[in-house]
């Protein structure tokens, strides 16, 4: 008779600044979380505190100070390769009934609870993390873009960032303006004014790779009362953008264990088409053609129709959806990446993406979820 083996260890992986571990000890599935930043494991043991009673979310077992840092064990849920994510569902060719049913259950939990725990709240009682302190003096803003100025496209726009208000912009035919120092100044602005804003529990950060199939709810470290436009934002543009686009493309290693999303890039990357200045008319051209697989925009309908819409009718209504999530929106396109490290087609098409959303004629029903067509005629 063989005696079941006390201890097994899978393969550590690296999650931001984290590692996760998967082990088994006397057949128990288990995930350990290791952070170094006592403060974020604080945020974390306090958030799944906080879900745990709205959300359904992994037992969290125990959690230990270790030498440099912190250990969390949670109740490892049902996973593999390319199995076991959200992410999973939407790395395929066509929409499935199982990502219907999927985002029905998700849809159908969040307005529940968004609806219940809602209320106006002082944004210093908001979870700040992914908005307001990216937005503070030392904050991401800062961090990225403060006494810096950088080309819009090396090699393709030689203009730099600073002067970009002195052009008009025509991007896809259509004519938008965007005056850097003005955008930045009026995030910082926007993210320090003390005005109540609407909040609810949430998980704060709803990824592809932070929700579970089946249904559940991962990583804690922004759990609690969130600004509601903030959640629809960081969900919208994640899915319309960073987990198809962006993420796999400058952070491939987040993908390890799910290596469909990096043969899913070409589906999901916007595709340029004309980058050009005319410079008697101090007029920049940009042509691109949007392109998100079907199974995203499916997600993004389903997220939008089943839950910012009916939310937005009860907290706001009448007001313009547009203006709520604006800079919500804007923050997510210049403070996840620093624009000036990435390529300079990407940085043209976030530019006019960004150039987009400020503009007066945003729409968020089809800015999140395109339909691909033909660049316009200059």
Same mark, same amino acid.
Request: hydrophobic residues 40%; glycine residues 6%.
């Given at each position: 008779?063989?005696?079941?083996?006390?201890?097994?260890?899978?393969?550590?992986?690296?999650?931001?600044?984290?590692?996760?571990?998967?082990?088994?000890?006397?057949?128990?599935?288990?995930?350990?979380?290791?952070?170094?930043?006592?403060?974020?494991?604080?945020?974390?043991?306090?958030?799944?505190?906080?879900?745990?009673?709205?959300?359904?979310?992994?037992?969290?077992?125990?959690?230990?100070?270790?030498?440099?840092?912190?250990?969390?064990?949670?109740?490892?849920?049902?996973?593999?390769?390319?199995?076991?994510?959200?992410?999973?569902?939407?790395?395929?060719?066509?929409?499935?009934?199982?990502?219907?049913?999927?985002?029905?259950?998700?849809?159908?939990?969040?307005?529940?609870?968004?609806?219940?725990?809602?209320?106006?709240?002082?944004?210093?009682?908001?979870?700040?993390?992914?908005?307001?302190?990216?937005?503070?003096?030392?904050?991401?803003?800062?961090?990225?873009?403060?006494?810096?100025?950088?080309?819009?496209?090396?090699?393709?726009?030689?203009?730099?960032?600073?002067?970009?208000?002195?052009?008009?912009?025509?991007?896809?035919?259509?004519?938008?303006?965007?005056?850097?120092?003005?955008?930045?100044?009026?995030?910082?602005?926007?993210?320090?004014?003390?005005?109540?804003? *609407?909040?609810?529990?949430?998980?704060?950060?709803?990824?592809?790779?932070?929700?579970?199939?089946?249904?559940?709810?991962?990583?804690?470290?922004?759990?609690?009362?969130?600004?509601?436009?903030?959640?629809?934002?960081?969900?919208?543009?994640?899915?319309?953008?960073?987990?198809?686009?962006?993420?796999?493309?400058?952070?491939?290693?987040?993908?390890?264990?799910?290596?469909?999303?990096?043969?899913?890039?070409?589906?999901?990357?916007?595709?340029?088409?004309?980058?050009?200045?005319?410079?008697?008319?101090?007029?920049?051209?940009?042509?691109?053609?949007?392109?998100?697989?079907?199974?995203?925009?499916?997600?993004?309908?389903?997220?939008?129709?089943?839950?910012?819409?009916?939310?937005?009718?009860?907290? *706001?209504?009448?007001?313009?959806?547009?203006?709520?999530?604006?800079?919500?929106?804007?923050?997510?396109?210049?403070?996840?990446?620093?624009?000036?490290?990435?390529?300079?087609?990407?940085?043209?098409?976030?530019?006019?993406?960004?150039?987009?959303?400020?503009?007066?004629?945003?729409?968020?029903?089809?800015?999140?979820?395109?339909?691909?067509?033909?660049?316009?005629?200059?």
């Amino acid at each position: 008779m063989t005696g079941q083996r006390f201890l097994r260890i899978g393969p550590v992986r690296r999650s931001t600044r984290n590692l996760l571990c998967p082990v088994d000890v006397l057949g128990r599935p288990l995930l350990l979380k290791y952070t170094r930043d006592p403060a974020e494991a604080r945020e974390e043991i306090q958030g799944h505190a906080r879900l745990a009673g709205h959300y359904r979310a992994p037992t969290l077992h125990t959690h230990l100070r270790v030498p440099g840092g912190h250990l969390l064990a949670y109740e490892r849920l049902p996973g593999g390769t390319d199995q076991g994510l959200l992410l999973d569902l939407l790395n395929t060719d066509e929409p499935s009934d199982d990502l219907n049913g999927y985002m029905d259950r998700l849809t159908a939990t969040y307005r529940d609870v968004i609806l219940t725990t809602a209320k106006p709240t002082d944004p210093a009682h908001v979870v700040r993390k992914l908005y307001w302190d990216r937005a503070m003096p030392g904050g991401r803003l800062d961090a990225y873009y403060a006494g810096k100025d950088f080309t819009v496209a090396d090699g393709l726009i030689d203009v730099p960032v600073s002067l970009l208000g002195t052009y008009t912009l025509r991007i896809n035919g259509r004519r938008h303006h965007l005056d850097w120092a003005t955008t930045l100044r009026r995030l910082r602005a926007h993210f320090t004014a003390t005005e109540p804003v *609407w909040a609810a529990l949430t998980q704060g950060d709803p990824t592809d790779v932070n929700l579970a199939r089946p249904l559940a709810w991962l990583d804690f470290d922004t759990a609690g009362m969130n600004s509601v436009p903030g959640e629809f934002a960081n969900f919208l543009w994640y899915t319309a953008a960073l987990g198809g686009w962006l993420v796999p493309t400058y952070n491939p290693a987040a993908f390890t264990d799910h290596p469909a999303a990096l043969t899913r890039v070409p589906a999901n990357a916007p595709q340029l088409r004309r980058a050009d200045v005319d410079s008697a008319t101090n007029t920049i051209h940009i042509g691109y053609a949007p392109r998100l697989s079907a199974p995203r925009r499916v997600a993004v309908a389903a997220y939008w129709q089943q839950l910012v819409r009916p939310v937005a009718e009860r907290l *706001w209504p009448g007001l313009d959806l547009a203006r709520l999530l604006r800079p919500y929106l804007a923050m997510r396109i210049l403070a996840v990446y620093d624009l000036a490290g990435l390529t300079p087609e990407d940085r043209l098409v976030l530019l006019a993406r960004l150039a987009e959303a400020l503009s007066p004629a945003f729409d968020p029903a089809t800015y999140f979820s395109p339909q691909e067509s033909p660049c316009p005629a200059p």
